[in-house]
């Protein structure tokens, strides 16, 4: 594909204008046009009915034409993503972050929260002040913590020496760290205490996400119930005032007949439109079969499609770190070295799709859950995460086996 570059410094707006089937907001239209002016989306739909002339400016932008078999996609959103090509958030090193960020959007994520993991409290604190900078910069949207306030029984590949039972006063100096950048956090609510952290999260506006825990059906129900009405009395509304559940299944018990455990009340609370369900979609850390029946039972209005990515997302086997913790990559999974415990993803977010969609999701549902819904979480359904007049210029193109041929962000082709 040969896209035009952008003027080093000129006062003309940039235009584009890009054809092909679009995939937005639950929808498939075959013969599509994005207009693209700036870095703003000035129209999207069917191609004939957009007209040069009733655009200003339009007339002589040439067209980028893909083949009718390639699709364009909003830009994905990435709710839980540590890194990748190298470079891990979590250690809170700029030059490190940097490089993943790049990959990542250059990958098709044009949109992300930097996750961290469980850590001391000056490692958190010095990760969070690093990560409001590079938010600052446009370059993420927020932060997401995955603990500290985890249980030990689930913990996965956090690192158990720093879990701890919720803490009021390390939670405030966390809020006020982060400026307003705190998106999400998540945190097992059989914890004493759990019930304070929840409101005091819903007070600062930061979105509860229910995971690494080992709680009963009925825990999980009440507090999700209780993050949810907690977000709706700090005046969020739609799916920003849901709660999140964190990589559902994983960092959890095993649903079980005779003891449910917090899957059977995620998912009954997702399937209400009242919880929204994060999936790692990757073949590693759920099977084809579970992701379509998720799917099937909530609809994909109430699922996020994640990455839980790390360094080694795009990268080959080989040794890695998360955070502190040493990690090995065999075909493609990622393990801690120190338990075996699964280490995070090595997907990127259109893997993820393309799987999904290889597990007999439809393309339209599967796309939605990687851009509409996240996007809706962080509020932010009027400024990114579909294909609409007046949105932010981010586009995904890719052919008909899902593998990508381009990526605008902020109006720019990303080479």
């Not at 960020?101 to 930097?114: C, E, P, V, W």
């Not at 690093?130 to 500290?148: C, F, K, N, S, W």
């Not at 979105?207 to 009963?216: A, E, I, Q, Y």
């Not at 007046?390 to 586009?395: K, N």
Request: glycine fraction near 10%; hydrophobic fraction near 45%; aromatic fraction near 4%.
């Amino acid at each position: 594909m040969t896209v035009p570059d952008r003027p080093l410094s000129s006062s003309a707006p940039v235009r584009h204008l890009i054809t092909g089937t679009i995939v937005s907001d639950g929808s498939v239209i075959e013969d599509g046009l994005v207009a693209v002016e700036d870095d703003r989306i000035a129209f999207a739909g069917p191609a004939a009915e957009f007209h040069e002339a009733a655009f200003e400016g339009f007339e002589e932008t040439p067209r980028t034409e893909f083949p009718a078999e390639r699709y364009i996609l909003p830009g994905f959103v990435d709710l839980h993503c540590h890194g990748g090509n190298g470079g891990d958030f979590p250690s809170a090193d700029e030059s490190s972050a940097r490089k993943a960020i790049d990959f990542l959007h250059r990958s098709g994520t044009t949109t992300l929260l930097a996750s961290m993991v469980t850590a001391s409290r000056d490692d958190l604190l010095r990760g969070i002040e690093l990560y409001v900078r590079l938010a600052d910069e446009g370059l993420i949207t927020g932060i997401h913590l995955e603990g500290p306030f985890l249980s030990h029984a689930r913990c996965g590949a956090q690192n158990p020496a720093y879990l701890l039972e919720p803490d009021l006063d390390l939670m405030n100096e966390l809020v006020e760290a982060a400026a307003g950048k705190l998106a999400t956090m998540t945190y097992a609510p059989e914890l004493p205490g759990a019930a304070a952290l929840v409101d005091l999260m819903t007070f600062h506006g930061v979105t509860p996400s229910l995971g690494h825990t080992d709680c009963d059906d009925a825990t999980a129900a009440a507090s999700l119930t209780a993050a949810r009405e907690g977000l709706e009395f700090a005046g969020f509304d739609g799916v920003s005032s849901l709660p999140t559940v964190t990589h559902l299944f994983n960092g959890m018990p095993p649903m079980h007949h005779r003891a449910p455990g917090p899957v059977a009340a995620c998912l009954r609370s997702a399937q209400e439109g009242k919880a929204v369900v994060e999936l790692i979609a990757d073949g590693t850390h759920l099977d084809p079969s579970t992701v379509a029946t998720v799917f099937q039972l909530v609809g994909a209005a109430n699922v996020v499609l994640v990455t839980d990515s790390m360094a080694a997302a795009g990268l080959s086997d080989g040794n890695y770190m998360l955070g502190p913790s040493p990690v090995t990559v065999t075909d493609g999974v990622a393990t801690l070295d120190a338990t075996g415990s699964i280490a995070g993803g090595t997907a990127t977010m259109l893997d993820v799709v393309r799987r999904t969609v290889a597990a007999g999701v439809g393309l339209a549902d599967a796309v939605s859950s990687a851009t509409t819904v996240p996007a809706a979480v962080l509020g932010l359904s009027d400024e990114l995460g579909g294909l609409r007049r007046g949105l932010r210029a981010d586009l995904v193109v890719v052919d008909k086996e899902l593998q990508l041929a381009g990526v605008l962000r902020n109006g720019d082709w990303l080479a």
